[in-house]
């Protein structure tokens, strides 16, 4: 039953809710002329003002106009009113290839044919001078056939984006699935390192689990950084030859995409066709970006945003990175993790406030490394590390070290997350601390 309540400019009916991030929703939706499936994705423009991402949603506009291939979602057509920017795209019916593999690992075959249909989608964005940069299973969809789409280039970059040195020198992703050299943040080639991340997104079809597992985020960019993992023994040898290719930490020596088209496992079962490209007229990004900025009301919204935030802030949003809680123990799904834009000085105050609130001592171990130590013997104890992403944005994952996993639980609860509320931007893993 169509009300003027789920009606789109008079376009399209608006139905269940699908997902949502930190600035978006996205539902299922219905063109009321044609009868066609489409999901919506509704973004609020206040917020991604405050956080200075509109350019960004410029950028995703005309990349998404740029790449229109049988492997990539498809963007009907983007909307705006004052307070809302609607990207009308094409409707996965499969869902995430995340949750599939969830339910288990796959078979090689099955691994195969997604992967090749991944390769060849990602070679024709480069072959257009885009890069995706967040390639990880949330972002690959399905549709009612089975068939593999690349979807969410919000963090995508254009060739022109490169700097003098010919790289690009914007560190984002998903923690689990970025390259080494966007780690490193010395400038790294866009074109191999979603090379890389592909190489991941192989490994956790074929094996049901991230290759680089590590109980902080620290240990695993040191894992990442030297291409230390290992393949489960039902891998055959023709995939761990190639996995070795694409995992190659060195990205001067890393495999291309030419050579994995032509290596033997990936050619196997290979039907030779041409990628279908959906022609649209850059006229039609420049339309749609006209919309967008001609709807931005910047006086009334320009609001404070933190120094030098850039794209890694999709960590927030990630499950992603919570994708390693799903294969580890229990006490590691208890730890704690959020994002901060407040300064590293800010975060340990707040600390020093839990600490004088409930009776425990702050301890300073190392550079950005602390302990909440209670004072009687056994008592509870959480060791909390500060990662520095940019200067003025924060990483921060306490977990218990010693005690009651009740005493810890209610502590971060009625202690520690109202003392963080004014400053935390993000809780990563939400659902495990309800």
Known sequence: METKENILMKKY??????????????????????????????????KIVKVGHINQIKREISIMNLVRHQNIMHLEEVMATKTKIYFVMEYAKGGELFKRIVKGRFKEETARTYFQQLICAVDFCHNRGVYHRDLKPENLLLDEDGNLKVSDFGLSALSESKRQDGLLHTTCGTPAYVSPEV???????????????????????????????????????????????????????EVRRLLSKILDPNPNTRISIARIIEH??????????????????????????????????????????????????????????????????????DNARFTSTSSAACIVSKLEDVAHQSGFKLMKKERGSF??????????SIDVEIYEISPSYHLVEMKKSRGDLMDYQHLLRQNIKTAFEEIVWSWLGERQHN
Request: a positive charge.
């Open 183 to 237: 780690i490193s943040r010395k400038g790294y080639d866009g074109a191999k390192s979603d090379i890389w991340s592909c190489g991941v997104i192989l490994f956790v079809m074929l094996a049901g689990h991230l290759p680089f597992q590590c109980r902080n985020l620290m240990d695993m960019y040191r894992k990442i950084a030297k291409g230390s993992y290992k393949c489960p023994n039902w891998f055959s040898s």
């Open 13 to 46: 009916e608006v139905g269940r809710m699908l997902g949502q991030g930190a600035f978006a929703k996205v539902y299922y939706g219905r063109n009321l002329r044609t009868g066609q499936s489409v999901a919506i994705k509704v973004i609020d423009k206040q």
């Open 264 to 333: 033997p496992w990936f050619k196997k079962g290979l039907t030779p066709k041409h990628p279908v490209e959906i022609k649209a007229g850059m006229d039609k990004a420049a339309i749609e970006m006209d919309i967008v900025e001609k709807t931005l009301e910047l006086d009334d919204m320009e609001l404070a945003k933190p120094d030098n935030l850039n794209a890694f802030d999709i960590i927030s949003l990630s499950s992603g990175f919570d994708l390693s809680s799903l294969f580890v123990s229990q006490d590691q799904k």
């Open 371 to 380: 302990k909440l130590e209670g004072c009687l013997k056994d008592a509870l």
